[in-house]
Every structure is written in C-alpha cells, then in structure tokens.
T-cell receptor
Framework: KNQVEQSPQSLIILEGKNCTLQ??????????LRWYKQDTGRGPVSLTIMTFSENTKSNGRYTATLDADTKQSSLHITASQLSDSASYICVVGPPLNDYKLSFGAGTTVTVRA | EADIYQTPRYLVIGTGKKITLECSQTMGHDKMYWYQQDPGMELHLIHYSYGVNSTEKGDLSSESTVSRIRTEHFPLTLESARPSHTSQYLC????????????FGPGTRLTVT
C-alpha cells in the first residue's frame, strides 16, 4: 500500500475557479513534504517544499499547507489558468537517506475555458 | 528550468534490442537518480548514484543497469528490451545540500513492441 495517498484522483475546473488537492501520508519519520507539478510528457517541477515545522508555503497562485500531527497536506490553486492543467504530485522526504522519497500517484487537474 | 537533459525523448524499439537512455546535467550535482513511472502511477526509484563510480539499486527491481563515469552523465542501459519495459523513465539530480531538492529531466517515453 502506498504510504502517500492523494485525492481526488482527477478533477475538472473552470478557468478562474479555485481548487484544493489533498495528500494524506503515513511515512514516519519525515523531514519535508514537497508538491510537484508535472505537465503531460514532462518531468516534475517543484512547486513548494515544506519542512515538518512549517504550516504553509506559497508560490504565486499555489499555496501548500501541512499538518504534521494529522499527516495531511493540501495544495490550493487560486484563480486557475489553462496552464495549470497538469498532474500534481505530493512527495514525502525522510530525515535521512533522501533518495527514499515517497511519491503519491498524483491528482490530474484539467482546467477548462 | 533545471539544466538536466534526457535523450531520446521518445523511443519505440523491438523486443530483444539493447538500448541506452542518456541523462546529463550541467549543475555539478553529485547525486543522480533514475525513476520509472507508469501512467497514473507514482514514481519508483530504480537506480541512484552519490558520485562518480557510485551506483546503487533503488526500491523497484529493474533489469536495467547504470554507470557513473563522469559527474554530469548517468546513462541507463537495457541489454535486451522486453514489452514489460515499456514505461516513462525520468532522470533527476540533486546537490546533496540542505533539503536536497531533486531536479527532474523531461523524461524518455520507451515503448517496446
């Protein structure tokens, strides 16, 4: 069973609307949580990286939150644009052996005009 | 945009052929990684390297092999391709400092017929 679960699996939103993606994880211990954006046919690109002591981090219209007590994170997209259509991947990193990143399967977001 | 490159971007090849997927980075990163990703699924680490002449297998068993003769170059080889090797292969690198963020290449989409 994957230790990083994302929901929903996919969603469709209208341009200009907001949406929130969820990430629940069981990885323990962990030192950081990352959100990546992956366009179709491309490699993932980092959006935010939060350490376990951070609660929120923003990158433009993207805002990530982290609740280390409940092991939940969310990614909020504000005023969506067509270019936001992509897969958004939640990744949990342990304190040591950074190569052992735990990846979620991603949420596919489609923004329609 | 990260300075990490992969060639070819797309490859269709017959069963039994030997193939090499190229990955190079110009950031001087010591750590490099190969991931395998199937549609709608999470990334799985298949190989990683912490520096020249250092290679290790990742969490997902793979019939591929890698080499690290130069810091900037981390090729992946399949001696005899099979249809089960059909997948997306992503290369990444990181500098091993602090949170050790990984930067991904654009990927190689491999199809074995």
């Amino acid at each position: 069973k994957n230790q990083v679960e994302q929901s929903p699996q996919s969603l469709i939103i209208l341009e200009g609307k907001n949406c929130t993606l969820q990430c629940n994880y069981t990885v323990s211990p962990f030192s950081n949580l990352r959100w990546y954006k992956q366009d179709t046919g491309r490699g993932p690109v980092s959006l935010t990286i939060m350490t376990f002591s951070e609660n929120t981090k923003s990158n433009g219209r993207y805002t990530a939150t982290l609740d280390a007590d409940t092991k939940q994170s969310s990614l909020h997209i504000t005023a969506s644009q067509l270019s936001d259509s992509a897969s958004y991947i939640c990744v949990v990193g342990p304190p040591l052996n950074d190569y052992k990143l735990s990846f979620g399967a991603g949420t596919t977001v489609t923004v329609r005009a | 945009e990260a300075d990490i490159y992969q060639t070819p971007r797309y490859l269709v090849i017959g069963t039994g052929k030997k193939i090499t997927l190229e990955c190079s980075q110009t950031m001087g990163h010591d750590k490099m990684y190969w991931y395998q990703q199937d549609p709608g699924m999470e990334l799985h680490l298949i190989h990683y390297s912490y520096g020249v002449n250092s290679t290790e297998k990742g969490d997902l068993s793979s019939e591929s092999t890698v080499s690290r003769i130069r810091t900037e170059h981390f090729p992946l080889t399949l001696e005899s391709a099979r249809p089960s090797h059909t997948s997306q292969y992503l290369c990444a690198s990181s500098d091993g400092q602090g949170i050790d963020e990984q930067y991904f290449g654009p990927g190689t989409r491999l199809t074995v017929t």
